[in-house]
């Protein structure tokens, strides 16, 4: 299977490189062949700033524990911020 | 038959006469040298795509593969271009073709050449495969699990197809080979679709565990068949 569907998100915060910080404004997700990880599809998400990417790929259920545990962190942890779900 | 051969990365004219890069693997000996057009999966120009190049070589084949995503991110590694590629939308059909085009002038002017130039795609590159089948001038085309195959298309077909599938892939399911097999077959044109029960899709990819042994074997001899009789002339 070979999805090329993709789906994008505007972002805004940082992203590390490995030697330093860089501003992100673009994250694309999709679930496809992964470049590296050892599995048929991954759950591949980059978060782009200019040229320059932080890049996963998780296999299905940890892509959704991940998920959940971000928003779980937010739900609890982060009361002002404006995305906060209703 | 001698197996050298030369490989690397060379410039081409791709589609509107940008400059990409493309890899070549050119046998050393030997005139009369069919060429096969390699077109590259979703994850790029990668290690593994490169390795099929050289493979098509070793047969005494010249083969090239432009590098589709090589526009987005120039001189980047295949990773970062193929996310490249994504992030803005993926390669459109017309800058697909005219990047084959330019692969396919550059193996027809070889002087070895014999003329004959086949392509050959997988996964996303099987797609693509069938739309240069459709529209460009080449003598022979194999789709390997190419999902998203237009079926409409089929009566401007100009060449044999080859078609390698896996029974359990879900793009191209079965159902959509067998959509595609109909519609060539009610404009009566020449294609042969094997698909293997135990495979799904990616099954010739090495490095990925969706590697089938048996069909990537079978998959081979026909590959070899195939352009043998449409390329060689054996």
Same mark, same amino acid.
């Given at each position: 299977?070979?999805?090329?569907?993709?789906?994008?998100?505007?972002?805004?915060?940082?992203?590390?490189?490995?030697?330093?910080?860089?501003?992100?404004?673009?994250?694309?997700?999709?679930?496809?062949?992964?470049?590296?990880?050892?599995?048929?599809?991954?759950?591949?998400?980059?978060?782009?700033?200019?040229?320059?990417?932080?890049?996963?790929?998780?296999?299905?259920?940890?892509?959704?524990?991940?998920?959940?545990?971000?928003?779980?962190?937010?739900?609890?942890?982060?009361?002002?911020?404006?995305?906060?779900?209703? | 038959?001698?197996?050298?051969?030369?490989?690397?990365?060379?410039?081409?004219?791709?589609?509107?006469?940008?400059?990409?890069?493309?890899?070549?693997?050119?046998?050393?000996?030997?005139?009369?040298?069919?060429?096969?057009?390699?077109?590259?999966?979703?994850?790029?120009?990668?290690?593994?795509?490169?390795?099929?190049?050289?493979?098509?070589?070793?047969?005494?084949?010249?083969?090239?593969?432009?590098?589709?995503?090589?526009?987005?991110?120039?001189?980047?590694?295949?990773?970062?271009?193929?996310?490249?590629?994504?992030?803005?939308?993926?390669? *459109?059909?017309?800058?697909?073709?005219?990047?084959?085009?330019?692969?396919?002038?550059?193996?027809?002017?070889? *002087?070895?050449?014999?003329?004959?130039?086949?392509?050959?795609?997988?996964?996303?590159?099987?797609?693509?495969?069938?739309?240069?089948?459709?529209?460009?001038?080449?003598?022979?085309?194999?789709?390997?699990?190419?999902?998203?195959?237009?079926?409409?298309?089929?009566?401007?077909?100009?060449? *044999?197809?080859?078609?390698?599938?896996?029974?359990?892939?879900?793009?191209?399911? *079965?159902?959509?080979?067998?959509?595609?097999?109909?519609?060539?077959?009610?404009?009566?044109?020449?294609?042969?679709?094997?698909?293997?029960?135990?495979?799904?899709?990616?099954?010739?990819?090495?490095?990925?565990?969706?590697?089938?042994?048996?069909?990537?074997?079978?998959?081979?001899?026909?590959?070899?068949?195939?352009?043998?009789?449409?390329?060689?002339?054996?």
């Amino acid at each position: 299977m070979c999805t090329h569907v993709t789906a994008s998100a505007r972002v805004a915060g940082s992203g590390y490189r490995g030697d330093d910080w860089f501003p992100v404004d673009r994250a694309v997700v999709y679930f496809d062949h992964p470049q590296d990880a050892p599995l048929d599809h991954a759950l591949c998400v980059d978060v782009w700033g200019g040229s320059e990417r932080v890049a996963i790929e998780l296999d299905g259920a940890s892509a959704r524990r991940l998920a959940e545990t971000i928003l779980a962190t937010l739900e609890s942890s982060a009361p002002e911020d404006p995305g906060r779900r209703r | 038959m001698a197996d050298g051969m030369r490989a690397e990365t060379i410039t081409i004219a791709g589609h509107g006469g940008d400059e990409i890069e493309a890899y070549l693997a050119q046998p050393l000996d030997g005139d009369a040298q069919p060429g096969v057009v390699v077109l590259h999966h979703m994850p790029g120009y990668d290690r593994a795509s490169k390795e099929i190049v050289r493979t098509f070589a070793v047969d005494g084949y010249a083969a090239l593969m432009p590098n589709l995503h090589h526009r987005y991110a120039p001189g980047a590694k295949a990773t970062d271009a193929a996310a490249a590629a994504r992030a803005a939308g993926g390669v *459109p059909d017309e800058q697909c073709l005219g990047d084959a085009q330019g692969a396919i002038d550059v193996l027809r002017a070889r *002087p070895q050449a014999n003329g004959k130039v086949g392509v050959i795609g997988y996964c996303s590159g099987g797609r693509q495969t069938f739309l240069v089948a459709c529209a460009l001038d080449v003598d022979a085309a194999v789709d390997c699990y190419g999902g998203g195959v237009d079926p409409t298309l089929a009566p401007r077909l100009r060449c *044999p197809l080859l078609g390698l599938f896996g029974a359990d892939d879900q793009r191209p399911s *079965p159902d959509d080979v067998a959509a595609l097999a109909k519609a060539l077959d009610e404009s009566g044109k020449s294609f042969d679709f094997h698909t293997y029960e135990g495979a799904g899709h990616s099954f010739f990819s090495v490095d990925r565990p969706s590697y089938r042994l048996e069909a990537a074997k079978d998959g081979w001899k026909q590959i070899w068949a195939f352009f043998g009789r449409h390329l060689k002339g054996a």
